[in-house]
């Protein structure tokens, strides 16, 4: 499947589940609003009957609506007559119980001689019981005889009679969650594939163009004619001699990475032999077998580490490789110590090409390369993956500084060896056979 | 000795280069060697050549890249990929873009 086709499937796969969210919301809005008006409704009716029985109890006629809504749970009830509270209790609980609004209520009686709300109580439905109003009801000036009523309940009243579009609403998000999730293995997958496929190219172009070049030169060598050009002769033979060699560099660090990888899970296995090495003598030895000649700049008193010397000195190579690799023109390479406590940093700086802020992270993934850098020198994606896993399995850490166009810093911060558990100071740079 | 034909070989990597355009120079051919996309687009805008044989994957701008600019600016010159990316996709990405043949590395 394309990348484009898949970038236009994940699109719509996302408007989808926006459209489908967007519809759910507003389908469960409009049916709170529903609700809402149909409380209100009934409430309205309910007490305009509370109002109608307190009239006739009084023998009054009583104007045709009694009722106002003051805010959107609370109602003024004019009667034109005074109140009896226990009445008028006896009354909306009937009245509301039988237009099957059974939700927690608290009203007030005005008393217009004192222009306030005389009589309150808080009823609930858990038992009917009466507790004192929870709070001072709003009185109303146009009326001289009414009653204030506040549903507190009414917005989960409202929500209780929703239970089918929550339930609803909810299957929708977890399938919607189920999408989502699939979407992202998707991607995910995706990616690994892409990952995998840059790096079968990259192992086949690093691989196969030593061995092209090889089995060119070893058909120029079976020529007889090679054997009168002694100057040709001469250059075939460098050219064999630098090819089986860098074939030979580049299976030792595919090598290197699979020793320092288990299997799916990408931990670390590598199996350090550590000794005491003094990082100045081991970083000279370094500078020293490059071309062209790396710079030291050591300011650290002591630079004796617990460390693997062998992995040291790859990761150490491998930095200086990078450096080397991406500096295109006249490179300056230092290497340098410095102590910060009782830590040593020591690091690898470069004036070369740089690296983007962005991919500071992810330089040390597995099989991940620059995409600006693809183009500038070849790779497998693994070098800088390995001095990762070296540096986390001593337990040091590792930082990189850099700006595009001005060079890069690659620093290793490490605690110093103590004198009291300083073995032996290791030998010049020793591979294990 | 007249040259059979001028081809512009476009390799980043200095030994191959170097045994290719040594066998092709045998074979009498004349041959310009350039070692990125850059160098080759302006080595073509320069000189006459016969055939255009490039790599890849080379630095500055692709062998893709390049090929799309030679096809652009001359239809009829012979393009050949050389490359070790034997994938499907990128023979047939190669071919769509007006190369006439795409061979990989012995």
Known sequence: ?433 | MTPKAAILYVEDDINLSFVTKDNLELAQFAVTHCLTGPDAWAAFRREPFDVCVLDVMLPGFDGFTLAEKIRADNPAIPILFLSARADKTDRLHGLRLGADDYLTKP
Not at chain 1, 17 to 23: F, Q
Not at chain 1, 47 to 76: K, M, P
Not at chain 1, 168 to 192: D, E, H, M, N, P
Not at chain 1, 288 to 300: E, H, S, V, Y
């Open chain 1, 1 to 433: 499947m394309s990348r484009r086709l898949i970038s236009v499937l994940v699109l719509l796969s996302v408007l989808s589940i926006i459209g489908i969210l967007t519809v759910q919301i507003v389908w469960v809005r409009n049916a709170y609003t529903l609700r809402e008006r149909q409380f209100r409704q009934t409430a309205f009716i309910a007490l305009q009957e509370v109002a109608g029985r307190v009239a006739t109890l009084n023998h009054i006629v009583l104007n045709r609506y009694a009722v106002t809504q003051l805010a959107s749970d609370y109602f003024i009830v004019n009667t034109d007559s005074p109140i009896d509270p226990v009445t008028l209790e006896h009354y909306i609980q009937t009245s509301l119980r039988a237009h099957n609004l059974i939700t927690d209520f608290e009203y007030g009686i005005y008393d217009c001689e004192n222009n306030r709300m005389v009589y309150g109580a808080y009823v609930s439905t858990q038992g009917g019981q009466q507790t004192p109003a929870q709070r001072m009801l709003p009185t109303f000036s146009r009326y001289t005889y009414y009653f204030g009523i506040r549903f507190p309940g009414q917005a989960s009243f409202i929500s209780e009679q929703l239970d089918g579009w929550i339930l609803s609403s909810g299957v929708v998000l977890i399938v919607v969650a189920f999408f989502g999730y699939t979407l992202l293995i998707v991607l995910r997958q995706r990616r690994l594939t892409e990952v995998q496929r840059d790096f079968i190219n990259s192992i086949t172009h690093e691989l196969q163009t030593p061995v092209s070049t090889l089995c060119i030169a070893a058909d120029v060598l079976r020529s007889e004619a090679i054997l009168t050009q002694p100057e040709r002769l001469r250059q075939y033979a460098r050219v064999i001699h630098e090819e089986s060699r860098r074939l030979q560099q580049q299976i030792r660090n595919v090598l290197l990475v699979a020793s320092a990888t288990h299997g799916r899970t990408e931990q670390t296995r590598l199996a350090l032999s550590p000794t005491g090495v003094d990082l100045h003598t081991l970083l000279t030895e370094i500078a020293g077998t490059f071309q062209p000649p790396i710079t030291t700049d050591f300011r650290a008193t002591s630079a004796v580490i617990r460390a693997d010397r062998y992995h040291l000195t790859n990761v150490l190579r491998n930095l200086v490789d990078n450096a080397l690799k991406y500096t295109l023109t006249d490179p300056h390479i230092t290497l340098s110590t410095r102590t910060e406590g009782d830590r040593l940093i020591w690091s690898v700086q470069d004036n070369g090409i740089g690296i983007a802020p962005a991919h500071h992270k992810r330089i040390f993934r597995q099989f991940y390369r620059v995409p600006a850098h693809e183009s500038t020198a070849h790779g497998f994606g693994l070098g800088l993956y390995y001095v990762h896993q070296v540096v986390r399995a001593h337990g040091w850490s590792i930082r990189v500084t850099s700006t595009p166009g001005q060079g890069s810093c690659f620093s290793v911060g490490c605690p110093l060896d103590t004198p009291a558990i300083l073995p032996k100071i290791d030998a010049p740079i020793g591979h294990p056979s």
